[in-house]
């Protein structure tokens, strides 16, 4: 079945840091989400994409929608301590029902 | 985006038992989702709910051991049955964004069962 494959897996940076991560499949996706978990939470969606080179930005989040159409990217800048948590991507395939596949999770930690 | 709750929030059950999880959204949604975290892992889709008809079941997941209603456009359950400490896990309930657009979901907060 169709797989996204997330990294780096974990990342443990330093505040006002910038922190990159990626998600990346072999198969063709129509809409990529990323979303932010925090313990004890269910997922906040933070930046929805629907077109091959889409680049959009929530505060200081960016997040581009690859033109293959396999992949997308989410940069944080300046991060801060409430940066803290894991970060999913989530794409949905085009002859899906609605279904959304997810990467495995970046977590993100932040030295104050 | 809709604001979504469920019940309960977690639960600590034996081996053998049966839980039934509740979600309750404040719109009316067409489609409601069920997800299961395992500890430390990313979110696997257990079934789509859709009101008016039968649940749709992902690969690795049956009817039998996570029966799904869907009784109204608000509202859903998922029944973990006959429960293993393999199913000590967080369940998630998610909906369709209320606006129509299919492609952002919106998520509980998650049931976090313990099965000893």
């Known amino acids: 079945g169709q797989q996204l494959n997330q990294s780096p897996q974990s990342m443990f940076i330093q505040e006002g840091e910038d922190v990159s991560m990626n998600c990346t499949s072999s198969?063709?996706?129509?809409?990529w989400l990323w979303y932010k978990q925090d313990p004890g939470e269910g997922p906040v969606l933070l930046i929805a994409l629907y077109k091959a080179g889409e680049l959009t930005s929530n505060g200081r989040l960016t997040a581009q929608f690859g033109i293959t159409r396999k992949d997308s990217f989410l940069n944080i800048s300046a991060s801060i301590p409430s940066d803290v948590g894991i970060y999913f991507c989530a794409g949905r395939i085009p002859d899906s029902s609605y279904k959304l596949i997810f990467g495995s999770g970046t977590r993100l930690l932040v030295r104050p | 985006s809709a604001v979504i709750s469920q019940k309960p929030s977690r639960d600590i059950c034996q081996r053998g038992t049966s839980l039934t999880i509740q979600c309750q959204v404040d719109?009316?949604?067409?489609?409601m989702f069920w997800y299961r975290q395992q500890p430390g892992q990313s979110l696997t889709l257990i079934a789509t709910a859709n009101q008016g008809s039968e649940a749709t079941y992902e690969s690795g997941f049956v009817i039998d051991k996570f029966p799904i209603s869907r009784p109204n456009l608000t509202f859903s359950t998922l029944t973990v049955s006959n429960m293993s400490p393999e199913d000590s896990s967080i369940y998630l309930c998610?909906?369709?964004?209320?606006?129509?657009?299919?492609?952002?979901?919106?998520f509980g907060p998650g049931t976090r069962l313990t099965v000893l």
């Open positions: 198969s063709i996706f129509n809409t």
């Open positions: 719109s009316q949604v067409t489609m």
């Open positions: 998610s909906v369709e964004d209320p606006t129509g657009r299919v492609d952002e979901q919106f």
